[in-house]
């Protein structure tokens, strides 16, 4: 008899092994290899159609395009005018961020001029019912089923050909033709791959949840981001009613485009201005605050950025940060004593970044500067004043991407001492430029 034989797969980054160990080689993260039946795949490939190159010129679709609007204006923004028909979304989040409640919203206001089917695996219909009924998503054209197996989805979405799709979650679902359990990285893989294939041919618009591992990477390989045409990521913080979703990657559309919304109990509501919300309870006159415009995509955002600098009672001060990576204030604060005199061995430093965001751009590193300053010489910043630019490790402040756009936000917001990179080449009232973080210190002091 013919052996049966396994494989090991990181569950991280998907990567394959002959027999277990501890640590993925691939990916370098630990305890991530898992025991699979291995795939073999016996419709891929696909020889006898005929398919042949053409030149791009008469590459022109056949099919139409077209956006189907989510009547969440900002989520359509962020998406780049809408859903497009095909279109396959991935959005992932942490447990109990509001995926399904704010996808119930999308699906049900797309089902007033549309067919809709919401296939969850996670809940039954009468929980989705009783959701529905709390944010007023009842629809007659929203069809709701409760299933885990894909083969049973895969004929219901045949039957019913619906417009618009959502899986809630790829990882609840599996196919009976595989051996291994439901969101293991085979079933995660071959689901979404099912999914995607029928979303394409059948040109539906189509939004796959996906849930988080504890390190916030989406559970299953990054096969999965490459698979669908974008990938989303809600996040927010508990005890903080604000969500944001994020477009990390988008083939219809920027990205870096965000939507922020507040969770009430009539679910998710557009926030329409996130730059009021988010500084909407700064301190006035306390040092160790200061506003800076971030941004991702076309649309920024103002945010608070807070410091605390204070004496430290350890041997070895503390330093914590929230909101920016830790690696990334030990360069500032090494920056800071090197070229800005600001002595910090026997202080404690903290950074937080208000309402709870989590900013991987550089250009925070300015603000996140000024505000420590601030905080360490007990002088509160101008209230007028916002900051942004990346810091180089000789002290100079390296220019970023969206410098309009960032200048407009802060000035739409009465800001008129907006601190900006030398190199930016933007004069205009307002507007100061600096080349080095001794003279942001020199005009934060004055
Ligand atoms: N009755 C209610 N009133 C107000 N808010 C509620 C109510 N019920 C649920 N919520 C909010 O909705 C959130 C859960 O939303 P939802 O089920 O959409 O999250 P999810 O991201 O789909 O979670 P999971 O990953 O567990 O499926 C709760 O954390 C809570 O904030
Ligand atoms: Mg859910």
């Known amino acids: ?35 699979e039946k291995p795939v073999y795949s016996k419709t891929r490939t696909n020889i006898t159609t005929g398919n042949r190159p053409k030149p791009i010129t008469s590459a022109k679709e056949e099919k139409h395009y077209e ?65 529905g009924e709390r944010i007023g998503a009842l629809n007659d054209n929203l069809l ?4 885990t197996n894909l083969e049973t989805i895969v004929n219901a979405i045949e039957d019913e050909n619906p417009d618009f799709l959502v899986l809630d979650s790829v990882q609840t679902v599996y196919s009976s033709e595989l051996e291994s359990a439901a969101g293991s990285v085979s079933q995660v893989r071959e689901v979404s791959a099912k999914i995607t294939e029928i979303a394409k041919r059948k040109n539906i618009s189509t939004i796959i949840i996906g849930q988080v591992t504890k390190e916030g990477s989406i559970a299953g390989p990054k096969v999965l981001e490459h698979i669908v045409d974008t990938v989303a990521h809600f996040e927010g913080e508990r005890g903080h009613s604000y969500r944001v979703l994020k477009i990390i990657k988008n083939r219809f559309g920027a990205a870096g485009e965000i939507a922020v919304f507040s969770m009430k109990d009539r679910g998710l509501e557009e926030v329409k201005d996130p730059s009021s919300f988010f500084i909407s309870e700064r301190p006035e006159g306390k040092p160790g605050s200061i506003i800076f415009p971030f941004t991702e995509g076309s649309k920024p955002v103002l945010v608070e950025v807070q410091a605390l600098v204070s004496k430290t009672v350890y041997a070895v001060p503390q330093r914590r940060a929230q909101g920016i990576d830790i690696n990334r204030l030990s360069i500032i604060l090494a920056v800071l004593e090197k070229e800005g005199n600001i002595f910090l061995k026997d202080r404690d430093v903290f950074v937080n970044i208000v309402g709870g965001m989590f900013i991987k751009e550089p250009a925070v590193d300015l603000a996140v500067a000024l505000a420590i300053v601030s905080s360490f010489y007990n002088t509160p910043v101008d209230s007028q004043m916002a900051a942004f630019g990346e810091l180089g490790l000789a002290g100079e402040v390296r220019s970023v991407h969206y410098t309009e756009q960032r200048i407009k936000e802060a000035k739409k917001f009465g800001l008129n001492k907006i601190l900006i990179p030398y190199n930016s080449e933007v004069l205009e009232e307002g507007v100061i430029p600096v080349r080095y973080i001794k003279d942001a210190i020199d005009i934060l002091r004055r």
């Open 144 to 147: 709701i089923m409760s299933e």
């Open 67 to 131: 956006r189907i609007s989510t009547e969440i204006p900002s989520l359509d923004e962020a998406l780049g005018g809408g859903i497009v028909t095909g279109q396959v979304i991935l959005l992932s989040g942490e447990p109990g961020i509001g995926k399904s409640t704010l996808l119930l919203q999308v699906a049900s206001n797309i089902a007033r001029n549309r067919k809709v089917l919401y296939v969850t695996g996670e809940e039954s219909a009468h929980q989705v019912y009783i959701r």
């Open 1 to 35: 008899m013919k052996k049966v034989k396994t494989v090991f797969v990181c569950t991280e980054c998907g990567a394959n092994y002959p027999s277990w160990t501890g640590r993925c080689i691939s990916c370098g993260q630990w305890n991530t290899i898992v025991e």
